[in-house]
């Protein structure tokens, strides 16, 4: 196969001037997928907290979400994913564009601020003077992580509304190359008495390129109390990381009716991260199991597992579960809830004074100590997590591009699912494509359309409206008409970039470069999905189908129509018999036709696949 590599990394929302830049025929990873979790209330929540405010101590470690009863948010949002090795799972990313996923400012040169994460008012006007000067905030940050390094003239800045109305900028990050994208840094700021007043608030916020996701920052772990001093850095805090990792083989999906004779020796370990916030060592266990969110039935993985050694002070640690073969199959399609905890005595916040103990909810250590994700095992296969981090696409006229699946017995393809992750690329025509191999014409094309996609809705599907079957490998994915980059959702966790494939020159390549899972999903049944038409006997013979060149009509009929995927009617050239008609397909695009055949019985439709 010719390698000839037209890949390179863009990461970023392609405005018009942008683009203008690019050559065409390139496989890229775009603009990042805005992601909104919001933490869950409950009514005495709502009703003390909107009334009081915001109160000290104020902590946040954005592991249930964003909290909008303590957060003013504008354009940044929330993940579970971008950073790496953070403090606790759940964090709010900084990426230059808007909620919506759009730039700023369509600009190329335009700089200025772009996200920003407020903190709702506190009222500090009753501190007394050892609290007043002992007032400290800190915080978590990190450049990049999966995403786009900030450049040198970039920054993340941290303000404070002063008493007189003003924001104040008390620490600032610039970015550059010699920022470490592995690693989050804490920083502590004293909050001076002159800064604290009855409506105190501060604020994060990113600076830099306006016209896309070119610069992005992570915040994580906020804390503001009295009572610290500079060097309060550690917590009684241990936390779990990230989400939870679990594959049946190479997939994060797999098809039900595959599970019980194909599960035996496909699943992996559960792999997961603590971290010890404490600088002192904690003795610790851990449980992982798998429920069935159907019948809530339970699977023990771990049950109170110690950690060997005991944990160390401030010691960050991959772990993972026992080895299993197979999980008892559930009675019908099903999501599984995978759940990792741990178990290290972490509490509410408390203080003693005099003998007396105070706990503070407000502070519950105990919220990132567990972690629940979600595996699929319904009618597709995917390689993806189900949560689209990034977009890729190509930016070729008739380019294709294709992921490569696998499957261990022979099974029908009954319809395909793509996650188009940019709204603005509605309505425009693609062909859905199905191939047995690359090197030869799809098996399957069928003329279709981005659709609209309704409020909360990830994923378009496409029957594919007639029976095939596969064995072993093949490929999906679909053919693009424009030369404008069509996006496509890419799960940066799960890295299978090398099942990726795209045509741009009329040659298949190899995806190299753009790491992830794109989000194309085959779906797959045991059964023939589609009620094959069959005529009655001696009445109606339509051959060959699928057809190439020339399709036959043999029988008893009136009027012949043929119409296109679309609906449409088409005119071709046609040829008399001496058993009906011929039909010249020679020329028209590959997909799915319709004859309609006027007969003494009424109107009979006929499928035909056009290859």
């Known amino acids: 196969m010719l390698k000839i590599h037209h890949i390179f990394r863009v990461t970023g929302l392609l405005t018009a001037f942008f683009m203008s830049t690019l050559a065409f025929g390139q496989l890229v990873e775009l603009a990042p997928i805005q992601h909104t979790k919001i933490k869950s209330q409950t009514y005495s929540d709502l009703n003390s907290r909107i009334f009081a405010g915001n109160t000290l101590p104020f902590w946040d470690d954005f592991s249930q979400g964003i909290d909008t009863l303590k957060w003013t948010v504008s354009g940044a949002s929330y993940t579970e994913t971008i950073g790496l090795n953070a403090p606790s799972i759940g964090m709010i990313l900084f990426d230059g564009v808007d909620a919506n996923g759009n730039p700023y400012s369509l600009s190329q040169r335009d700089q200025g601020e772009t996200d920003h994460l407020t903190s709702k008012p506190f009222d500090l006007s009753a501190l007394n003077s050892s609290d007043r000067e002992s007032l400290y905030l800190s915080f978590f940050w990190q450049a990049a992580g999966r995403a786009e390094l900030p450049d040198e003239s970039d920054q993340l800045t941290l303000q404070i509304l002063d008493p007189s109305g003003s ?3 008390v620490w600032s990050q610039l970015g550059g190359v010699g920022l470490d994208t592995d690693v989050f840094t804490q920083e502590i700021i004293k909050i001076l008495p002159t800064w604290q007043h009855a409506d105190f608030q501060f604020r994060f916020f990113a600076e830099g390129r306006q016209s896309g996701p070119f610069d992005s920052w992570i915040i994580d772990y906020i804390y503001l109390n009295d009572g610290r001093t500079s060097t309060d850095l550690d917590y009684k805090d241990r936390s779990l990381t990230k989400t939870n990792e679990l594959r049946i083989g190479e997939f994060g ?5 595959l599970l019980e004779s194909n599960q035996n020796g496909l699943w992996s370990s559960v792999k997961n991260t603590f971290y010890n916030l404490e600088n002192r060592f904690r003795a610790m266990e851990y449980s992982i199991v798998i429920r069935d969110s159907s019948s809530m039935n339970t699977t023990p993985i771990n049950l109170n597992t110690p ?4 944990p160390n002070a401030l010691e960050r640690r991959d772990f993972t579960s026992r080895e299993f073969e197979e999980i008892p199959v559930p009675e019908n399609e099903t999501t599984l809830q995978i759940i990792t905890s741990i178990t290290s005595g972490d509490e509410l916040l408390y203080e003693v004074t005099a003998g007396d103990t105070t706990f503070f909810p407000s502070v ?3 919220l990132n100590d567990t972690v629940k994700t979600t595996l699929s095992l319904l009618d597709y296969f995917a390689y993806d997590n189900g949560s689209a981090d ?3 696409g190509i930016n070729q006229r008739s380019g294709q591009l294709a992921v490569k699946y696998n499957t261990p017995q022979e099974v029908y393809i009954k319809g395909i699912s793509i996650n188009f992750s940019n709204p603005r690329q509605a309505n425009q025509a693609i062909d859905i494509n199905m191939w047995k191999d690359l090197d030869n014409n799809p098996i399957f094309t069928k003329e279709d359309l981005i659709a609209v996609k309704e409020v909360g809705q990830e994923f378009l599907y496409y029957s594919l409206d007639t029976n095939i ?3 072993g490998d093949f490929y999906i994915g679909f053919t693009q008409f424009t030369n404008d980059f069509i996006h496509v959702g890419l799960d ?3 890295d299978t970039g090398d099942k990726l494939y795209y045509n741009v020159v009329g040659t298949w390549v190899q995806n190299e470069e753009v790491q992830g899972s794109l989000m194309i999903r085959p779906h797959i049944s045991l059964e023939a999905p589609f009620e094959e038409l069959v005529a009655p006997e001696g009445n109606i013979r339509i051959y060959p189908n699928p057809v190439e060149t020339l399709l036959n009509l043999e029988g008893v009929f009136n009027e012949a129509r043929v119409f296109d995927s679309f609906g449409r009617e088409i005119f071709l050239e046609r040829q008399l018999s001496s ?14 036709y319709v004859v309609n055949l006027v007969t003494e019985a009424g109107m009979q439709s006929y499928r035909i696949l056009v290859k």
């Open 579 to 592: 058993k009906g008609e011929i039909i010249n397909f020679i020329g028209q695009r590959s997909g799915i």
């Open 492 to 494: 940066k966790v799960n």
């Open 253 to 257: 999906a797999y098809p039900f009716v």
């Open 167 to 169: 924001w104040i900028t």
């Open 390 to 392: 990034y977009a890729a």
């Open 469 to 471: 079957r596969v064995d």
């Open 307 to 310: 950690f060997n050694p005991v």
């Open 364 to 366: 519950n250590y105990e």
